[in-house]
C-alpha cells in the first residue's frame, strides 16, 4: 500500500515488455530508470545484461527493488532513494548512462528535469506517461536534442480517457 502499482496487470505486462524490447534492440549498456518505483523495469533490464541504476523519492518501493534484486541474484541493479531532481544531477557528474527512462508523475518531468536530460550524452529515452498533456508540453522541450522515434498507447482503464503513453525518443543526428 506505500507504493504504486498499475492495477491493469495485462497492460502493464504489454508495456514492461515494450520497454524491454527497445532496450534489447540498444546497443546502450548503461540504463538509468527515473521514478522506477519498485524497480520492474530496472530488474528486467538487468536480468536481460543491462547494468541498471533506479531512482525514486519513495523509500519503501526503493527497499522492494533492492529486496527484488536480492531475491532475483541480481549484482547489475543499483538503487538510490532521491528526488530525482536533485539525484539526477549528482549522478550525471560520475555516471553516464546511454538509455534513459522517465515514468514520471501525471504532473511530467520539470523544466529542470529537462534541462538536465538535454545535457546528457545519452542516446535513447524511453517516456511513460499517464498523463497526454503534461507528455506533449515535455516531448516539445525534449524535441531540441529528440526525435520522436516509435510511439505506443495502452488502454489501462477501459471505456475511459485513462491511457498510459509510451514514447521512444533518439538522440538527434548533428548537423
Request: hydrophobic share 40%; aromatic share 8%; proline share 5%.
Amino acid at each position: 500500500p506505500q507504493t504504486f502499482v498499475q492495477n491493469h496487470p495485462e497492460q502493464s505486462l504489454n508495456i514492461y515488455r515494450q520497454i524491454c524490447l527497445i532496450a534489447n534492440q540498444s546497443k546502450e549498456e548503461h540504463v538509468l530508470d527515473l521514478y522506477c518505483g519498485f524497480g520492474i523495469t530496472s530488474l528486467l533490464l538487468a536480468k536481460n545484461g543491462k547494468k541498471v541504476t533506479g531512482i525514486e523519492v519513495n523509500g519503501e518501493a526503493i527497499k522492494f527493488a533492492e529486496e527484488n534484486a536480492v531475491f532475483n541474484q541480481l549484482k547489475n541493479t543499483h538503487f538510490i532513494r532521491g528526488d530525482v531532481e536533485k539525484a539526477l544531477p549528482q549522478w550525471l557528474k560520475r555516471h553516464q548512462a546511454g538509455l534513459i527512462i522517465v515514468n514520471p508523475p501525471r504532473q511530467g518531468l520539470t523544466k529542470n528535469i529537462i534541462q538536465t536530460l538535454l545535457k546528457t550524452s545519452a542516446e535513447s529515452l524511453i517516456y511513460v506517461s499517464c498523463m497526454p498533456s503534461t507528455l506533449a508540453r515535455d516531448l516539445q522541450l525534449l524535441a531540441e536534442k529528440y526525435e520522436i522515434i516509435d510511439g505506443f498507447v495502452y488502454d489501462m482503464f477501459p471505456q475511459t480517457a485513462h491511457v498510459e503513453t509510451l514514447v521512444h525518443l533518439k538522440r538527434k543526428s548533428s548537423p
